[in-house]
């Protein structure tokens, strides 16, 4: 069924304020890319009151298959992917070691989505017959609460001690010495216990206010809320190109000029980080080789300095042709979970690394994003930073 388009008048904070804050029994989803130009990123994508919610636990072969149904359906989805499906496709056994009841699989699927371009400043709505006229009619009533203040800093927890995470340093470099891992990325789970009066809105809010992000989520599931402000593309794909830009590399800002200067200098001549990129980079080439034409696959940019409002980072570009006979489900077993997540080499990596219930449940809660749009034959994913769930608040 074709889609048709309605132009309408608002603005990009009324629109990702505004969803955001809708009841959760809407499930309301923004994709935004906060007006941070950045890897050609310049849209802000909404959906609210979703035609059809699924959410899969623990079996990766309905996740797989559920994929490939969506591609024919005709509808736009806005879906997250966790990494317990990632431990359970990367170990071939279709089932995750999963612990912390992060769903492998959520999903809304909407016959129409609120597109606003930050290029230009228009907003248009794109569904299917009347039901973009029924989304139009929700933007036309939204109500914004513009001031967005920082709440007192609250106590947070981590699930290392000093010492734990001291000795799983000297584990990865042991699995170094012993060549089996070339890099690996340790990552602690950071747990804060919210105000009453606070809410996943309020959160995206402030982060979208004060860390504007190219890649940012506010995404309501059944019992969660993602909210992400990631920099980061894992891959995308328009026109039958696949392309990945992942980052290793990071400095913070400077306070000055100088000091900016100073810090890109410091980052684009570290060993250290270019040769982290690099081996992210090897890694995404022989994934996209699984799925591209032969001889197809070309790095397009290698350690590039990007700039962000708080960050520094070095970023690199690989792209190739698909194959005619790939699909969203065979691309994501190919690519996921996201190698500068994990470290490299992916499969090994993934095992040691999920030996420590510590690291696993610091990966799980941190779901990948997609959006798979039907309209433009395109996908795109990134990776949040922060999985909201409404029992710890």
Known sequence: MAWETIKISTDAESLALGISALPAERFPTVLDSSGVGHLGSHLLIAGVDPIQRIEIQNDAAAVLNTLAEIESSGLAAIFTLSYDFGD??????????????????????????????????????????????????????????????????????????????????????????????????????????????????????????????????????????????????????????????PIKGTRRRGRTAAEDDRLKAELLSSAKDRAENTMIVDLLRNDFGRVCEFGSVRVEKLCDL??????????????????????????????????SITGAPRSEQWRLLTRSNRTREAFRWAPSVTIFLPVSSGFRTHAPILAWRSEQW
């Open 306 to 339: 990007e700039e962000h409002p708080t960050l520094f980072h070095l970023v690199s570009t690989i792209s190739g042709e698909l194959r005619g006979n790939i699909g969203l489900m065979d691309v994501i077993s190919a690519v996921f979970p996201c190698g």
């Open 88 to 245: 359970a496709i990367t170990s071939r056994s279709g089932k995750g070691r999963q612990q912390t009841g992060e769903p492998f699989f959520s999903v809304s699927l909407f016959d129409s989505l609120i597109l606003h371009d930050y290029r230009n400043g228009t907003t248009k709505i794109a569904g299917q017959d009347s039901s973009a006229l029924g989304t139009a009619s929700t933007v036309a009533t939204l109500g914004v609460e513009r001031d967005v203040r920082s709440p007192a800093a609250l106590p947070w927890t981590s699930n290392f001690s000093r010492s734990e995470y001291l000795s799983s340093v000297e584990n990865i470099k042991e699995f170094i010495r012993r060549g089996d891992t070339y890099q690996a990325n340790l990552t602690q789970q950071i747990s804060v216990t919210m105000d009453a009066n606070d809410s996943p809105s309020g959160i995206f809010a402030r982060l979208r206010k004060q860390h504007p992000a190219p890649f940012a989520a506010f995404i309501q599931r059944d019992s969660s809320t993602v909210v992400s402000a990631s920099p980061e593309r894992f891959f995308s794909i328009a026109d039958g190109i696949i392309t990945a830009s």
